[in-house]
């Protein structure tokens, strides 16, 4: 039975990987569960268990973060862009939820990390 494990750790890891590259590319539109386990070739069940557990981190709460840290790219690179633009590109309805998600992750709001990013 462990020997059955170990086969499928290289291949599951090469699925998680090229969901990885998806979501990198695909940040801009919505991403569900049943789309990703198909570019994983897994159950949509099966793919959310694997993702947590090769990430160390869900699935939403990966893509949130993916698309916070293009923002902060944005805030830091492109200072004339009004947060509010960056916020809701970032797939977040209203600027304040954007910021509270933003402070969370990276210990500023997008304002002060536009001022000094860190």
């Known amino acids: ?5 170990r086969r499928k750790e290289p291949d599951y890891a ?31 069940f099966h ?7 090769h990430c160390g981190i ?3 709460r ?3 973060f993916m698309r916070l ?3 902060s790219y944005r805030l830091a690179f492109n ?10 590109d970032s797939g977040f309805e209203n600027p304040e ?6 402070k969370a992750a990276f210990g500023q709001t997008p304002s002060a990390f536009r001022k000094t990013p860190d």
């Not at 939820?97 to 933003?102: D, E, H």
């Open 97 to 102: 939820s954007f910021s509270r998600a933003f």
């Open 79 to 88: 200072p004339t862009a009004p947060i509010i633009d960056v916020a809701l």
């Open 47 to 53: 793919f959310h268990r694997q993702f947590s557990q």
């Open 69 to 71: 840290k293009r923002a």
């Open 14 to 44: 090469r699925r998680i990987n090229r969901v990885l590259d998806y979501i990198d590319k695909h940040l801009d539109e919505e991403l569900t569960v049943d789309a990703l386990g198909d570019v994983a070739n897994f159950s949509k």
């Open 58 to 60: 869900s699935l939403a």
């Open 1 to 5: 039975m462990e020997t059955k494990t």
């Open 62 to 64: 990966y893509i949130q």
